[in-house]
C-alpha cells in the first residue's frame, strides 16, 4: 500500500546511552553510581523525564517497584548531571557583575530574579516563569507565573532553605508554553536544565532564561523544620528565613532566632557535600546576596538573553543599580571547592 | 384609521340547510361506529417515528477512536470523557442535559454514536440521569407493551391514523461514516526517550523496537495501525500525532 507520509515519520532512531553495569536496568545503575555513592544532589532531572516514577522517598531520591516498573529507556542517566559529574566552581564567564534593587518588588534581597522573570515575560521573551513559592509550613510548592499580577502571591519571593521540585514542573512547563518558559533555582538545578537541553531539543528550544542562585547548601524539609522547631521556630509566624555573616536568621512577626550555620552540618545533604559550584556558573544570569550592600541582589549577567532583559530593566527604569564586589565571594567560593575531596573517585 | 371588515355568516337556502345537516347526521352516526380519535394509545400502541429522530444514544466501544469530538461539539456540555480501566476515553451522557441535537453523533468520526427512536426512559433523580459509558452499550430496559404502531396519514385533506399491528423498530440503521484512515506518526524524533511506553500500549502491535549498534530503532507499521490513538495519548514526549494516511 502506498502512503503519502513522509519518510521517517514511521521509523526513526534513539541513541542508547551507555551502561556500566550491563546486567542492570538504567535506574540501578543511576541508583549504583549517583544515589548509593551519596552523590546525588536531588535536584530532580531524572524524574523530570522518567516515564516510569523516579521520586524522592524518605529524603532520598528513588523508584519504589523499579524492578516491574522501569522501563529502561536510559533517560535519567542520560540527563543526570552526576552520572558522570563534571564539578564547577568559580565565578564563572560572566558580561558584567552588578547589585540590584527592584522598585516594584519585594523579595530576599534585591528581589532581581523575580524582576528578571516578570521583565522577561513583559519582553515576550517567555510567556511563563518557574517559581518556588510555599505553603504555611514552609514546604515548596511549584507556581507557573504567567502574568505579573500573580506576583501578588508574597511567597512566591524569598529564600526557602529546602529543596523545590523545580525540575518535575518543568516538562509541564515547555509542552505547554508558546513562548517560552524562564526557570530559576540552585546551581544542581541549572546544571539539570543544561543537561534536559544538551539532551533535548524540546528544552533547548523552549526554556529560555536560566537564573541560578548563589548556593551553599540547601535542606531536606523534615530535617530543617525538625531543626527549626527545635530551636523554637513558630512557622505560623515565621516570615523570612536567611543565611547571612554565617548566621542562619529565621525571623518571625515577633521574634528572631539566630544560630551558626556551621551547627546545620549534622543535617547537610549529602548531594551538597560534594557540591563545588556557589555561583551556578552554567546560568544564564545568577543572582545572591554576598557581593552587594544590604537589600540588594548580586547579579552576574552571564548571557546575551539575560543582558537583554538587565538592559530592559534599566530602560523601563525597574530597578535601582549599583557595583557589585565579587571579592566578597571569594571565601564562600573557595569554602564549596574545598568540597571537592568529599568527591570519591570510581 | 383602519377600517373594519364586518364578519357575515354564509347564506344557505332550504335545501342546502337539509344536505348540511344529514352530511352532519351521517358523520356522527359513523363516528359512533367507527372513531376516528386523533389519540394514540400509548403505551399499548407506539407513534411510529421517522429514521431521523432523535432519542436516547447508543455507544460502541469498538468503534470509538477516543478523538473527544463528541464532547468537543455538545452544545449542552452532556458529554463527559471518562477514562475506561483500558486507558481509553470514552463518552458518558448526562440526559439532565443533553438537549437531543445529536450534534454528537454527526461528528462521531468512528461511527460509534448510535441514534435510536427510544424517548420514553425515566428517570427517579437528576443524578440518575447521568448515565455512564456500560449503560451506553446496551439498549435501556424498558417494558413494551405495544401491540400496534400507529402512522398519521393525509387522505383528501383530511389527517388519519392508520394503525398496523406489530411492534416498530426503534433502531436506526445508518450506513457506517466514511473514515479517513488515520495512522500514528513521529512528528518530532529528536525528543523520543526511547521508553517504548507507545510500544507497550498499541493492542494491534503495529509498533515494535530494536536496538543495533547502540542506536534503539523505533518502528510504526502503517499497515497493522488501526489509528486508535492510545499511543499518542501515552507518549511520554507527546511527539506521536495521528496523520491522515492517503493513498496515492
Ligand atoms: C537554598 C539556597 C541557598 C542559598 N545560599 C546563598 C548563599 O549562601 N549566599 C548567597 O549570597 N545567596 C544564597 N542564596 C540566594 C539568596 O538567598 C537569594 O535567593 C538571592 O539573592 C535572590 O534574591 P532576590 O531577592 O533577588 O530573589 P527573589 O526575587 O526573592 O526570588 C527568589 C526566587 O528564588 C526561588 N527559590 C527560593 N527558594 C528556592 C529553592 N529552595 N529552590 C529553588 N528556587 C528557590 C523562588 O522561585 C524565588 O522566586 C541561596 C538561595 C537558596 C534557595
Ligand atoms: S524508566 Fe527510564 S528514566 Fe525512569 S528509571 Fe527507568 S530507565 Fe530511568
Ligand atoms: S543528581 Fe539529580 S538527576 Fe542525578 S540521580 Fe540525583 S536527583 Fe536524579
Ligand atoms: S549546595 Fe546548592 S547547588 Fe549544590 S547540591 Fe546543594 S542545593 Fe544543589
Ligand atoms: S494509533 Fe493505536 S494502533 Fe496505531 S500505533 Fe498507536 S496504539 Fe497502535
Ligand atoms: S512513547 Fe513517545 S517518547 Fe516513548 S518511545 Fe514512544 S515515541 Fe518515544
Excluded at chain 1, 526557570?183 to 534536559?196: D, E, M, N
Excluded at chain 2, 449542552?76 to 441535537?101: L, Q, S, W
Excluded at chain 2, 451506553?136 to 393525509?154: A, G, N, Q, S
Aim: aromatic share 8%.
Amino acid at each position: 500500500m502506498a502512503t503519502a507520509i513522509a519518510i521517517g515519520e514511521s521509523e526513526w532512531e534513539v541513541a542508547v546511552p551507555e551502561k556500566p553495569l550491563k546486567d542492570k536496568t538504567y535506574f540501578e545503575n543511576l541508583k549504583a553510581k549517583v544515589i548509593d555513592t551519596n552523590l546525588c544532589s536531588r535536584c530532580l532531572t531524572c524524574a523530570s523525564v522518567c516515564p516510569g516514577g523516579i521520586t524522592v522517598v524518605d529524603n532520598i531520591v528513588d523508584f519504589p517497584d523499579y524492578e516491574t516498573k522501569c522501563l529502561d529507556c536510559g533517560a535519567c542517566v542520560r540527563v543526570c548531571p552526576r552520572f558522570v559529574y563534571e564539578p564547577k566552581s568559580g565565578l564563572g564567564d560572566y558580561i558584567e557583575f552588578i547589585a540590584g534593587r527592584s522598585k516594584r518588588f519585594a523579595g530576599q534581597d534585591g528581589a532581581m530574579v523575580t524582576e528578571l522573570l516578570v521583565s522577561a515575560i513583559e519582553m515576550g521573551m517567555i510567556d511563563r516563569g518557574l517559581f518556588a513559592g510555599r505553603d504555611e509550613k514552609w514546604a515548596t510548592e511549584m507556581f507557573h507565573v504567567r502574568e505579573p499580577e500573580q506576583l501578588a502571591i508574597t511567597t512566591l519571593g524569598g529564600t526557602k532553605y529546602t529543596f523545590a521540585d523545580v525540575l518535575p514542573a518543568l516538562k509541564e512547563a515547555v509542552m505547554f508554553t508558546k513562548r517560552g518558559v524562564g526557570i530559576v533555582g540552585t546551581p544542581c538545578i541549572v546544571s539539570g536544565v543544561r543537561k534536559l537541553q544538551q539532551e533535548y531539543p524540546i528544552f533547548r528550544e523552549r526554556v529560555k532564561l536560566v537564573v541560578g542562585l548563589f548556593c551553599t547548601e540547601n535542606f531536606h524539609y523534615d530535617d530543617i523544620s525538625a531543626y527549626l522547631q527545635n530551636k523554637g521556630v513558630d512557622f505560623s509566624k515565621l516570615i523570612k528565613t536567611d543565611i547571612t555573616m554565617g548566621k542562619f536568621v529565621a525571623t518571625m512577626t515577633d521574634s528572631e532566632v539566630k544560630f551558626k550555620v556551621k551547627a546545620l552540618e549534622e543535617i547537610l545533604p549529602s548531594g551538597c557535600n560534594v557540591c563545588t559550584d556557589f555561583t551556578a556558573v552554567e546560568s544564564d544570569a545568577s543572582v545572591g546576596s554576598v557581593g552587594s550592600a544590604a537589600g540588594f541582589s548580586t547579579v552576574a549577567v552571564r548571557e546575551e538573553n539575560a543582558k537583554k532583559v538587565i538592559d530592559f530593566i534599566k530602560e523601563k527604569g525597574y530597578a535601582d543599580f549599583g557595583e557589585a564586589d565579587t571579592s566578597q565571594l571569594d571565601f564562600l567560593i573557595g569554602h564549596k571547592k574545598k568540597r571537592e575531596e568529599n568527591i570519591k573517585g570510581d | 384609521m383602519k377600517s373594519m371588515k364586518k364578519v357575515v355568516g354564509p347564506e344557505y337556502n332550504l335545501s342546502e340547510k337539509i344536505k348540511t345537516n344529514v352530511y352532519a347526521v351521517g358523520v356522527a352516526m359513523q363516528e359512533s361506529v367507527y372513531p376516528h380519535t386523533m389519540t394514540v394509545f400509548y403505551p399499548r400502541e407506539r407513534k411510529k417515528m421517522p429514521d431521523n429522530y432523535r432519542g436516547f444514544i447508543l455507544f460502541d466501544p469498538d468503534k470509538c477512536i477516543s478523538c473527544f469530538n463528541c464532547s468537543f461539539v455538545c452544545p449542552a456540555n452532556a458529554i463527559r470523557m471518562k477514562e475506561a480501566p483500558n486507558k481509553r476515553y470514552y463518552p458518558t451522557v448526562d440526559y439532565g442535559r443533553c438537549i437531543f441535537c445529536h450534534f454528537c453523533i454527526d461528528s462521531c468520526s468512528g461511527g460509534a454514536l448510535k441514534a435510536t427512536k427510544i424517548h420514553d426512559v425515566a428517570y427517579k433523580d437528576m443524578d440518575e440521569m447521568f448515565t455512564p459509558t456500560e449503560e451506553m452499550i446496551e439498549l435501556p430496559e424498558i417494558i413494551r407493551e405495544d401491540k400496534k404502531y400507529v402512522e398519521y396519514e393525509i387522505e383528501e385533506d383530511d389527517l388519519h391514523l392508520k394503525r398496523t399491528k406489530g411492534e416498530d423498530y426503534l433502531f436506526v440503521e445508518v450506513p457506517p461514516p466514511i473514515q479517513i484512515p488515520m495512522v500514528s506518526q513521529c512528528i518530532d524524533r529528536a525528543n523520543c526517550i526511547g521508553c517504548r511506553v507507545c510500544e507497550e500500549m498499541c493492542e494491534s502491535g503495529a509498533i515494535s523496537s530494536s536496538v543495533e549498534n547502540g542506536m534503539l530503532r523505533m518502528k510504526i507499521d502503517t499497515d497493522k495501525c488501526t489509528g486508535c490513538g492510545l499511543c499518542v495519548k501515552e507518549c511520554s514526549m507527546q511527539i506521536l500525532m495521528l496523520k491522515k494516511l492517503e493513498r496515492k
